[in-house]
């Protein structure tokens, strides 16, 4: 059997080098980072896991923190994107991952207290950023290492790290473009709950609407069918009036799904009788009939960034490794806003 001492002698280096670099010791060049993967490929070998535990007292594994029910995550592109980004950093660094979900706030922090008082995961990535957030709390106060990815939403907020896209000039974007196809109305869906995210896009939207002679309505709702169903089937007059011109802009890619599935079956054409458009690039806005224009956020650049930053915090054992990570966006313009 491969030890790290055979992979050290091959790659001309210490075994406690070896053993850094499989930690993801930030310190180490990234030729000899390099080097030593791939005599760890040439031979085979993989890290005792549970050996590494027994010596470090670490679990060498990320707990993913998601609100949400299982199903609609499961299915989201955000969130498969995210948790992919997340899994291929930390694996290069010999850590895994373990999830927990949770609609309600008073569970998902049941399960986070377990989680860290049983020392099942060295550190905590919360995929969601909101005010008054009871585990964010209780993570500061164990002073558990982790970070988040959103923005920050208090002063105190500024003391860990949050990786995060520019949702307001995201959103500004996006809006600019919708109106320069002419509208005269625009309907901007979000979901219910205190989220920073939905703070944001909805700041940027009415940042520009409000600088043209736009009317809009901003409609809070859950994303069950039946609710889009029932507040589109009173706006269905407008929507086909051939003599306004409208468009409706909605929160995420999921909730947008539910859009377009209730404009088909009210045969509202998109663009002919309404222009659509919405937040994160992924196949389902792609393969749409139309396909669908909307703003790229790089959910799997987000989830490398999270992971390398936890990483970091992880070998330096200690939080004030802070940082706010800005992730670029895109526009992507298709044919659900092309008349």
Do not use: W
């Amino acid at each position: 059997m491969t030890t790290i001492k055979d992979v050290a002698k091959k790659a001309g280096v210490s075994p406690s080098t070896v053993s850094r670099v499989i930690k993801g010791n930030q310190r180490i060049s990234e030729a000899t980072i390099s080097k030593v993967k791939k005599v760890m490929e040439e031979l085979n070998y993989f890290p005792n896991t549970a050996a590494r535990t027994l010596i470090t007292n670490q679990t060498y594994k990320i707990g993913l923190v998601l609100k949400g029910s299982e199903e609609p995550i499961r299915l989201n592109p955000f969130y498969i994107n995210v948790l992919l980004g997340i899994s291929e950093e930390c694996n290069q660094h010999g850590y895994g991952t373990q999830t927990t979900v949770s609609n309600n706030m008073d569970d998902l922090k049941e399960e986070v207290f377990k989680m860290m008082k049983q020392r099942m995961v060295d550190a905590f990535i919360l995929l969601y950023s909101k005010n008054d957030d009871p585990i964010k709390q209780m993570l500061m106060e164990e002073n558990m290492p982790f970070i988040v990815i959103g923005k920050p939403t208090s002063d105190s907020d500024y003391k860990f790290t949050h990786i995060d896209n520019n949702n307001v000039l995201a959103s500004e974007n996006l809006t600019q473009h919708v109106i320069n196809q002419g509208v005269d109305e625009i309907l901007f869906i979000t979901e219910k709950g205190n989220f920073e995210v939905s703070k944001d896009r909805i700041k940027g939207f009415e940042k520009i609407v409000s600088q043209h002679n736009i009317n809009y309505q901003i409609i809070e709702t859950n994303s069950e069918r039946k609710s889009i169903l029932n507040f589109i089937q009173g706006q269905q007059a407008r929507l086909k009036d051939p003599n306004i011109k409208q468009a409706i802009i909605s929160l995420d890619a999921m909730l947008h799904l539910a859009i377009l599935s209730v404009l088909y079956e009210l045969n509202i054409e998109i663009p002919n009788d309404i222009l659509t458009a919405t937040f994160n690039d992924s196949y389902l806005t792609e393969i749409a009939s139309p396909p669908q224009t909307c703003i790229d956020i790089k959910p799997r650049l987000l989830g490398q960034q999270a992971g390398n930053a936890i990483l970091k915090i992880l070998n330096k054992r200690e939080q004030n490794v802070i940082e706010l990570v800005i992730i670029d966006t895109e526009l992507v313009i298709r044919k659900s806003t092309q008349r």
